[in-house]
Antibody
Framework: EVQLLESGGDLVQPGGSLRLSCAGS????????MSWVRQAPGKGLEWVSS????????HYTDSVKGRFTISRDNSNNALFLQMSSLRAEDAAIYYC???????????WGQGTLVTVSS | EIVLTQSPGTLSLSPGERATLSCRAS??????LAWYQQKPGQAPRLLVY???NRATGIPARFSGSGSGTDFTLTISSLEPEDFAVYYC?????????FGQGTKVEVK
């Protein structure tokens, strides 16, 4: 069974840092590009970042460029999002998602909650 | 940035009725568009990808159409479990973007 499991969400102060992790299982992890997508409370979905299967290519939404870094460890089937200089507007549920059918997100984790508040 | 505009914002229908959801892109995304369903407290679920292809395990009552800038998701006959929020999503350009969502609610 294909599964994604996020962890690392927490309450952090503005300006602080946090590292999110996503563990993949049930599929050849390195064969798939992966993304982080977030959802602020009561709001819609927002794509945050994507990384190629071999980690050689990354992309970010403008609002997180220079603050967030996506990476992966294919030997351990893990995806990461290093977040720094966190702002109130970064508060959200962060989902990791696999790029499957046609490159679209065919499998999602259950999400991990990031709260940014003093 | 490619902006996706979904309409209507809310669709009030009864079980058994047909639902037609629209997604318009600010520039062409060819067929690089998907539809997701999200229920409260759950992660999104892929319904349709590449504009018109049903994802694995998705019932035949869900269908997608369109290309370029105008796309439609049709639910032929609403089941009780179909009442949810639906998002369109493009991967025709960077950054990837989502529409703001259409809520399908019980009338």
């Amino acid at each position: 069974e294909v599964q994604l499991l996020e962890s690392g969400g927490d309450l952090v102060q503005p300006g602080g840092s946090l590292r999110l992790s996503c563990a993949g299982s049930g599929f050849p992890f390195s064969a798939y590009a992966m993304s982080w997508v977030r959802q602020a409370p009561g709001k819609g979905l927002e794509w945050v970042s994507s990384i190629a299967g071999d980690g050689g290519s990354t992309h970010y939404t403008d609002s997180v460029k220079g603050r967030f870094t996506i990476s992966r460890d294919n030997s351990n089937n893990a995806l990461f999002l290093q977040m720094s200089s966190l702002r109130a507007e970064d508060a959200a549920i962060y989902y990791c998602a696999r790029h499957g059918n046609g490159g679209f997100h065919d499998c999602w984790g259950q999400g991990t909650l990031v709260t940014v508040s003093s | 940035e490619i902006v996706l505009t979904q309409s209507p914002g809310t669709l009030s229908l009864s079980p058994g009725e047909r639902a037609t959801l629209s997604c318009r892109a600010s520039q062409s995304v060819s067929s690089s568009l998907a539809w997701y369903q999200q229920k409260p407290g759950q992660a999104p679920r892929l319904l349709v990808y590449a504009a018109s292809n049903r994802a694995t395990g998705i019932p035949a009552r869900f269908s997608g159409s369109g290309s370029g800038t105008d796309f439609t998701l049709t639910i032929s006959s609403l089941e009780p479990e179909d009442f949810a929020v639906y998002y369109c999503h493009q991967r025709g350009g960077w950054p990837r973007t989502f529409g703001q969502g259409t809520k399908v609610e019980v009338k």
